[in-house]
């Protein structure tokens, strides 16, 4: 399983962006997408996940600014980031849960970063 993230730029404070993962390869079937993301110096953190019903968790960071949403034909994740703070200054990964029999494996993107300036 391959996921390619996309969308990430620079935006200045206040502006928007919209992050997009897809997976491909071997026929396979996702449990919960989501987004971490990681600033310098910092550990990896939740930034928002979504189940393949529709269940949503979002770091508390982010509540009310960001929104995840997920297209299960396509295997593809979406991230729509409005009112970007500085602080929102990270790369950030997207991450997948793929079941294979009794296991559930983590698959991660390559990383997008994302910059917002003051």
């Known amino acids: 399983v391959q996921l390619q993230a996309s969308g990430g730029g620079l935006v200045q404070a206040g502006g928007s962006l919209r992050l997009s993962c897809a997976a491909s390869g071997r026929r396979f079937s996702i449990n919960a997408m989501g987004w971490y993301r990681q600033a310098p110096g910092k550990q990896r953190e939740l930034v928002a996940a979504i189940t393949s019903g529709g269940s949503t968790n979002y770091g508390d960071s982010v509540k009310g600014r960001f929104t995840i949403s997920r297209d299960n034909a396509k295997n593809t994740v979406y991230l729509q980031m409005n009112s970007l703070k500085p602080e929102d200054t990270a790369v950030y990964y997207c991450?997948?849960?793929?079941?294979?029999?009794?296991?559930?494996?983590?698959?991660w993107g390559q990383g997008t970063l994302v910059t917002v300036s003051s």
């Open positions: 991450n997948a849960e793929v079941p294979m029999g009794a296991t559930m494996y983590d698959y």
